[in-house]
C-alpha cells in the first residue's frame, strides 16, 4: 500500500536522512588503504551515538549482523563488515539506514580507497550520475517506469549494465514499503507517483553483465561474472517540482 506522509512526518524522515548522511560521510572521510571494514561499521555506531533516540536500521534486520553494509569490488550490495582490509585500488559501498522517532532514512555512496583505475572512477561517476537522472525523473504526477527508464538509459548509454534483481523502494515507518523501485523499466508505465510519497532510490550498476550471485554467508550480493560493482542511494520526497532529497547533511 502507498503511504503518503503528512508534512510533519516528511519532517520527521528529514531529521532521518540528515543523520544517515552525515554518518555516511564520516564513514566515507575515514576510507583508506589498511582499514578494516568492521572498523567502519564501528565508526558508524559512534557517530550515531550522538543522536539520543537514533538507531541502525539494518542492525538485526532479518538477522542482519551489522549496522552498515559494507560491498567490496565485485560485491554488488549487503557486505558484512569483518575482518577484510581494504587496499589501495578497491572501491567500497557503504549502505547505512537510521530509525529516527518512528521514521527511516537510508542512503549508499561508493567511494574509492586511495588512488582507483580510471576504469573504477568512471563506474563510480556514472553511478551517481544515474542516481540524479532517476531522481530528476521522480515527481507528482510521473510513473513509476519514469524513474527506471531514465536510469537504465544513462546507464547504459555509456557502456555498463543496470542490476535487476535487486530495486530500490518506498520507504516511511518501515525501511521497505511498497512501491518497489527498479533500475530499469519503461516510461509511462507503473503507478502515478503523488506528491509526499518517499522513495530510497538506489542504481547497482555493473561494469560487466547485471546479473548476480549470493554468497554462502546468505547475505553478501556478488557480480556474477566478478566485475566491478557501485551502488549509490538517496530518501527522497515526491513533489511537483523537483523531487527533494531528503538524506543530505
Known amino acids: 500500500m502507498i503511504i503518503i506522509k503528512s508534512a510533519d512526518e516528511i519532517a520527521v524522515m ?3 536522512g540528515r543523520i544517515v548522511a552525515i554518518v555516511l560521510q564520516r564513514m566515507s572521510e575515514a576510507v583508506k588503504p589498511g582499514i578494516k571494514t568492521r572498523q567502519l561499521n564501528d565508526l558508524a555506531e559512534k557517530e550515531l551515538g550522538r543522536w539520543n533516540g537514533a538507531k541502525a536500521s539494518f542492525k538485526g534486520y532479518k538477522g542482519f549482523p551489522a549496522s552498515i553494509c559494507a560491498s567490496v569490488n565485485e560485491e554488488v550490495v549487503h557486505g ?12 567500497i559501498s557503504l549502505d547505512f539506514g537510521v530509525i529516527y ?6 542512503a549508499a555512496l561508493t567511494v574509492g580507497v586511495g588512488q582507483v583505475s580510471p576504469e573504477a572512477a568512471r563506474l563510480m561517476e556514472v553511478t551517481r550520475a544515474s542516481l540524479a537522472q532517476g531522481i530528476a525523473a521522480a515527481r507528482d504526477g510521473a510513473n513509476l517506469g519514469d524513474i527506471g527508464e531514465a536510469t537504465q538509459r544513462y546507464v547504459e548509454r555509456r557502456g555498463y549494465s543496470v542490476v535487476r534483481e535487486y530495486s530500490g523502494h518506498g520507504i516511511g515507518r518501515e ?6 523501485v527498479p ?6 508505465e507503473g503507478i502515478k507517483l503523488k506528491e509526499g510519497m518517499t522513495l530510497a532510490l538506489e542504481p547497482m550498476v555493473n561494469v560487466g553483465n547485471w546479473k548476480t550471485r549470493q ?3 546468505g547475505w553478501t550480493v556478488h557480480t556474477a561474472d566478478s566485475s566491478l560493482s557501485a551502488h549509490f ?12 532529497i531528503l538524506t543530505v547533511p
Do not use: W, Y
Not at 80 to 91: A, K, M, Q
Not at 175 to 180: A, N, Q, R, S, T
Open 80 to 91: 558484512i563488515p569483518g575482518s577484510r582490509v581494504l587496499n589501495e585500488g578497491d572501491i
Open 215 to 217: 554468497n554462502s554467508n
Open 183 to 188: 533500475n530499469f523499466g519503461s516510461k509511462g
Open 14 to 16: 528529514r531529521e532521518a
Open 101 to 106: 522517532k518512528g521514521f527511516q532514512g537510508d
Open 233 to 244: 542511494e538517496h530518501t527522497i520526497a515526491i513533489r511537483s517540482g523537483e523531487a527533494e
Open 175 to 180: 525501511m521497505h514499503e511498497d512501491p518497489l
